[in-house]
């Protein structure tokens, strides 16, 4: 199984982004898929999640309004839109798949880097 992570960059405050993770070796449709960022210093945060059946997700309060998650079962992949990005966003951001039914079949992918910052 691998998720790679695609999008991250440097980019200014107020700015855009859009991140992808494409999955490979599992069955798509059968597993959650989250997006959660580390910064230095501070504890892996989920941000945003998403469901198998793309019926429910949720957010962080901190990024709420700003982020959207999606994902495209046609193509493997679970993308995170990043609106009106702020410096407090900079982060290594990951990509995580669990199984909807067995919580202890998941998986991370490498991360992507966010940088915001003028």
């Known amino acids: 199984v691998q998720l790679v992570e695609s999008g991250g960059d440097l980019v200014q405050p107020g700015g855009s982004l859009r991140l992808s993770c494409v999955a490979s070796?599992?069955?798509?449709?059968?597993?959650?898929m989250s997006w959660y960022r580390q910064a230095p210093g501070k504890e892996r945060e989920r941000v945003a999640h998403?469901?198998?059946?793309?019926?429910?997700?949720n957010y962080a309060d901190s990024v709420k309004g700003r982020f959207t998650i999606s994902r495209d079962s046609a193509k493997n992949t679970v993308y995170l839109q990043m609106n009106s990005l702020k410096p407090e966003d900079t982060a290594l951001y990951f990509c995580?798949?669990?199984?909807?039914?067995?919580?202890?079949?998941?998986?991370w992918g490498q991360g992507t880097q966010v940088t915001v910052s003028s």
């Open positions: 070796g599992l069955t798509f449709r059968r597993y959650y």
């Open positions: 995580y798949a669990r199984h909807a039914f067995i919580a202890t079949i998941n998986y």
């Open positions: 998403i469901s198998s059946d793309d019926l429910n997700t």
